[in-house]
């Protein structure tokens, strides 16, 4: 048994969402009880005591849509490689690179990116992989790092023709043993959806043996109109918008997860409603592709549930928090919008995505809830209460700012130290997976 406490407590359960001076109880893998920190030291005597130091203690951070494959990325230039539209940076530098992965390079990009994530806060993650050089126990490789490090994830791999016929039938079967693999076990650390890229690189049989290969055990996990190629590839080669073309292939539903969706039209908005149907925004990524900014309010207005992803722009949730703000307002010309949507994102909507894949609720301290915590550093120099929290968040919070993670009950992250993880063993592993990704993409030696 574990009591955190000596801070201030955010649930995000409406019934008791603020406690100035708090804890919370876990027991094994959920919560307990969240209180007045008084009367559980008076109630767990015999509890372990984590000192949160006057910090505040919230639930692990959700992101709903990154990318694993991109962990060996930091600091890489492409010789030759200068994108001058979304297309070109796909061909010259995701894809150049996803080419290039060995399993070995799979898991140490995994180790990098759920190292950078328990650092950050992040608790739970959505990855969308692709590693097209070694595809057959990609999956796998990642869900062992997740496993051995802790961390809570939803993994799936990017089913493309880009790369012929072969390589497309090994990303279905990929996707497909791992999804069983997952069922067969109802593990509720590692969660499986099924992937594919975007529709302009899916041929309408790749989506129908998709379909049939999932045959309705998960949802799909997909980029859907990112960049304005989704759309005139659908509309000139196949006679009906992205979003249409997805429903004529029973790829829509109430446990799929659409990622971007930026350029989308009114019907296409009505049919993610009627479906049920999920969408992820990227907003930093977007930002920094200029491929355009997602109509989120619109599809707020509309019932569409909308959640919050960094596509591995960022391992910082609260990063991309700040950003969505300021792309939002921006591209409305307005400074008083976004606000309430913003929080909702993160902290409402990314809890609900996954609950449609983990059994435990995520994204909130009550009792029965996963034991996913983090205690951020923050000594507030203005008032801080339950009315101004989200905004101590938003404008005095990064993820960085994180001094402890416990996930699944198990504490990961300690005053920010690892703890159970040799982070200097694995770094070192990691380099020279890079060194060897890095010397294959410019023929050189790093």
């Known amino acids: 048994m574990l009591l955190i406490g000596n801070g201030r407590v955010l649930t995000r359960d409406p019934a008791m969402?603020?406690?100035?001076?708090?804890?919370?109880?876990?027991?094994?893998?959920?919560?307990?009880?969240?209180?007045?920190?008084?009367?559980?030291?008076e109630s767990y005597p015999e509890a372990e005591f984590l000192d949160a130091r006057g910090g505040v203690i919230m639930p692990g951070l959700i992101n709903a849509?990154?990318?694993?494959?991109?962990?060996?990325?930091?600091?890489?230039?492409?010789?030759?490689?200068?994108?001058?539209?979304?297309?070109?940076?796909?061909?010259?530098?995701?894809?150049?690179?996803?080419?290039?992965?060995?399993?070995?390079?799979?898991?140490?990009?995994?180790?990098?990116?759920v190292l950078e994530c328990i650092r950050n806060g992040v608790t739970t993650i959505f990855d969308h992989h692709a590693s097209f050089r070694e595809i057959p126990g990609s999956l796998f490789a990642i869900q062992e790092v997740c496993q051995e490090l802790g961390i809570r994830a939803c993994l799936c791999y990017e089913v493309s023709d880009r790369d012929g016929e072969e390589k497309c039938r090994q990303?279905?079967?990929?996707?497909?043993?791992?999804?069983?693999?997952?069922?067969?076990?109802?593990?509720?650390?590692?969660?499986a959806m099924f992937g594919g890229h975007a529709l302009f690189t899916l041929s309408d049989r790749t989506l129908d043996q998709m379909a049939q290969a999932n045959s309705g055990r998960t949802g799909f996990h997909i980029h859907v109109s990112e960049g304005m190629n989704d759309v005139y590839d659908s509309l000139q080669n196949h006679g009906c918008r992205p979003v249409e073309r997805l429903l004529h292939h029973g790829i829509l539903g109430e446990r799929t997860l659409l990622g971007h969706c930026i350029h989308l039209g009114p019907d296409e908005m009505d049919i993610l409603r009627e479906t049920g149907t999920m969408v992820v925004n990227n907003p930093e990524s977007n930002m920094g592709n200029a491929v355009g900014c997602a109509p989120v309010l619109q599809m707020l207005q509309r019932g569409i549930l909308v959640g919050m992803g960094t596509d591995a722009y960022t391992h910082d949730m609260l990063e991309s928090l700040k950003v969505f703000l300021l792309i939002?307002?921006?591209?409305?010309?307005?400074?008083?919008?976004?606000?309430?949507?913003?929080?909702?994102?993160?902290?409402?909507?990314?809890a609900a995505i996954a609950a449609k894949y983990f059994q435990k609720p995520l994204g909130v301290l009550k009792p029965g809830a996963a034991a996913d915590v983090i205690v951020m550093d923050y000594p507030a120099f203005t008032p801080f209460s339950e009315e101004n929290a989200d905004g101590h968040i938003l404008f005095g919070m990064m993820g960085r700012s994180c001094r402890t993670t416990v996930i699944n009950g198990r504490v990961l992250y300690k005053d920010r130290e690892f703890v159970g993880i040799d982070e200097e063993r694995l770094h070192a592993w990691t380099l020279e997976q890079a060194k060897k990704l890095w010397g294959e993409l410019n023929h050189r030696t790093y």
Do not use: K
């Open 17 to 41: 969402p603020y406690l100035p001076d708090g804890g919370v109880v876990l027991e094994g893998e959920t919560v307990l009880e969240v209180g007045p920190l008084a009367a559980l030291r």
């Open 65 to 113: 849509h990154t990318h694993i494959y991109s962990g060996l990325a930091r600091g890489l230039s492409i010789a030759g490689n200068d994108p001058a539209n979304f297309l070109e940076v796909l061909e010259g530098t995701w894809w150049n690179i996803d080419r290039h992965l060995t399993l070995d390079g799979t898991r140490a990009s995994a180790y990098a990116t």
């Open 171 to 191: 990303a279905i079967q990929e996707n497909a043993d791992f999804l069983q693999w997952t069922l067969d076990r109802e593990d509720d650390m590692i969660r």
């Open 328 to 350: 939002q307002r921006h591209h409305a010309c307005l400074p008083n919008v976004a606000w309430g949507e913003d929080m909702d994102l993160l902290f409402r909507n990314n």
